[in-house]
């Protein structure tokens, strides 16, 4: 059981340059989501998508499309990366997707640097 | 909408020393609460959480916090830290009906001194 798994690990682009991050979690959970983790900002929700077929935006989704491609599978792309678009990026998931009391749990984190 | 506060972005303690990491929310109705810990090149991980009932919630690792409805505050507390508990905590809120994100507060980071 590897729970929320991310890749790649570590990514370098250059501006304009698209790229996706993938997200898959093996706990059976309806809910995932995308944050973004910057120094001084804590988390930032990009986009989440409550079950699947189904995907809202976040607090911060300029810059960025998903894609839940079934229940296991979230994906996060930059269509044309920005250096503002530096940051950590965390896939989460939690398991009704329905309450708010729910806990989510995290994978390990994508850390991008575009340059 | 809600919002939360955490207090300090930094907070150095001597090994064994008691610790104390403050969280205040705002928000126009009644909330769940959480703190989340994360631990050097990890992702985040739940160590408690208020729902209702008990305002006193014990967590994972010997943390615990207290939910205070008038101050608007659920700060955590050790009372003796280890090495091991270095890292960054995170407050976070939603409201409590309807499938509302969780909002995080931007953090405190722990320093566990020996």
């Known amino acids: 059981n590897a729970g929320v798994t991310q890749t790649p690990k570590f990514q370098v682009l250059k501006t304009g340059q698209s790229m996706t991050l993938q997200c898959a979690q093996d706990?059976?959970?309806?809910?995932m989501y995308w944050y973004r983790q910057d120094p001084g900002m804590g988390l930032r929700l990009i986009y989440y998508?409550?079950?699947?077929?189904?995907?809202d935006k976040g607090e911060v989704p300029n810059g960025y499309n998903v894609s839940r491609l079934n229940k296991r599978e979230f994906s996060l792309r930059l269509e044309s990366a920005a250096p503002s678009q530096t940051s950590v990026y965390f896939c989460?998931?939690?398991?009704?997707?329905?309450?708010?009391?729910?806990?989510?749990?995290f994978g390990p984190g994508t850390r991008l640097l575009v340059l | 909408a809600q919002s939360v506060t955490q207090l300090d972005s930094q907070v150095p303690v001597f090994e064994e020393a008691p610790v104390e990491l403050r969280c205040n929310y705002s928000?126009?109705?009644?909330?769940?609460l959480f703190w989340y810990v994360q631990y050097p090149n990890q992702g985040l991980q739940l160590l408690l959480k208020?729902?209702?009932?008990?305002?006193l919630v014990k967590g994972i690792n010997g943390f615990e916090a207290e939910f205070n409805k008038s101050q608007t505050s659920f700060h955590l507390r050790k009372p003796s830290v280890h090495i091991s508990d270095t890292a960054e905590y995170f407050c976070?809120?939603?409201?409590?009906?309807?499938?509302?994100?969780?909002?995080f507060g931007k953090g405190t980071r722990l320093s566990v001194i020996a």
């Open positions: 976070a809120v939603t409201h409590n009906s309807g499938n509302t994100p969780l909002v």
């Open positions: 998508s409550a079950s699947e077929g189904t995907t």
């Open positions: 706990m059976n959970h309806n809910s």
């Open positions: 928000s126009s109705v009644s909330v769940y």
């Open positions: 208020y729902l209702s009932g008990s305002t």
């Open positions: 989460a998931s939690s398991e009704l997707g329905r309450e708010p009391w729910e806990t989510q749990y």
